[in-house]
């Protein structure tokens, strides 16, 4: 195989990128991703790729919960705030503005909208941890507001 056919051909995988909270020991905790899908509609299921080994993942695989928050077109700031570890003060976790939502992951008060999930399966898929998680709240703070998408960031997750 050609490593570079395969990272272009993998790099055509179009993806959101969302702020995924966690809840453990050290309090609450959020990280930036991109590995996300709906699964299934009934029952309601996303499924999460989470960096083996991350604190985060750790969280999720400990407390078996997980939220996303969906952020707004042009927030990529706000996503680039969680791709390193970030601090709770104030009620804010890297500076934003957060409440813990019904699985006391932190819900983000200037995401478009929200799920929270409990896991219900966990694979190891390699250098990353897939959690398929049930959607089990959901919220809109913002109607009609479109999603940040990875390709307008510039950012890259795969290949
Ligand atoms: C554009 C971008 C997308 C990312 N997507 C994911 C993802 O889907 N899953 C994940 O576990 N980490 C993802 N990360 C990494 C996390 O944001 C975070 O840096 C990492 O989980 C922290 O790991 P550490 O504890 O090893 O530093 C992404 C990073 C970037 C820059």
């Not at 709906?38 to 989470?50: D, G, I, K, N, T």
């Not at 700031?77 to 003060?89: D, I, M």
Request: aromatic share 12%; net charge negative; with cysteine.
């Amino acid at each position: 195989m050609d490593p570079k056919a395969r990272k272009t051909a993998l790099r055509g995988i179009v993806y959101g990128l969302y702020v995924v909270g966690t809840t453990g020991e050290q309090g609450p905790n959020a990280f930036a991703a991109n590995w996300l899908t709906q699964v299934s509609f009934e029952p309601p299921r996303v499924a999460l790729a989470a960096k083996k080994g991350s604190r985060a993942e750790g969280e999720i695989a400990a407390s078996g919960v997980f939220s996303v928050n969906f952020l707004p077109t042009g927030a990529k700031e706000f996503a680039q705030t969680f791709f390193g570890p970030v601090h709770e003060e104030e009620g804010k976790l890297g500076g934003y503005p957060f409440r813990l939502g019904v699985t006391g992951c932190p819900i983000f008060e200037d995401a478009v909208s929200y799920i929270e999930c409990r896991v219900v399966e966990r694979l190891d898929v390699g250098d990353h941890v897939l959690y398929v998680g049930e959607v089990v709240d959901a919220g809109v703070h913002r109607e009609g507001v479109e999603t940040l998408t990875l390709r307008e960031t510039g950012f890259y997750y795969g290949g």
